[in-house]
Nanobody
Framework: QVPLVESGGGLVQPGGSLRLSCATSATIFSINDMGWYRQAPGKGRELVARMKTSAITDYADSVKGRFTISRDNAKNTVNLQMNSLKPEDTAVYYC?????????WGKGTLVTISS
């Protein structure tokens, strides 16, 4: 079981910001792409952002320009900075080790956007 420790979820008003973090082991982090996915109530799980070990990024159209994914190689963490949050961003956000050697999900952290 790949260790993944997520943090940073919570309740924020529309237009606000949150920062999610996900830590894993150095070995896992150094050889795999990392991603953030989300699952809104009644919907399927979808990609939010992904960052390869090469630093190439991929974002869902719905979050482009508002969310930024980053990797902290010193701390073996992948972060998701979320700005200009909207009610439709409300979801459980999952960190994922996104291959090519490991594919593991975190337990998820709840993000609620509401006034």
């Amino acid at each position: 079981q790949v260790p993944l420790v997520e943090s940073g979820g919570g309740l924020v008003q529309p237009g606000g910001s949150l920062r999610l973090s996900c830590a894993t082991s150095a070995t896992i982090f150094s050889i795999n792409d990392m991603g953030w996915y989300r699952q809104a109530p009644g919907k399927g799980r979808e990609l939010v952002a992904r960052m390869k070990t090469s630093a190439i990024t991929d974002y869902a159209d719905s979050v482009k320009g508002r969310f930024t994914i980053s990797r902290d190689n010193a701390k073996n963490t992948v972060n998701l900075q979320m700005n200009s949050l909207k009610p439709e961003d409300t979801a459980v956000y999952y960190c994922k080790v996104d291959g090519p050697y490991d594919f593991s999900w975190g337990k998820g952290t709840l993000v609620t956007i509401s006034s």
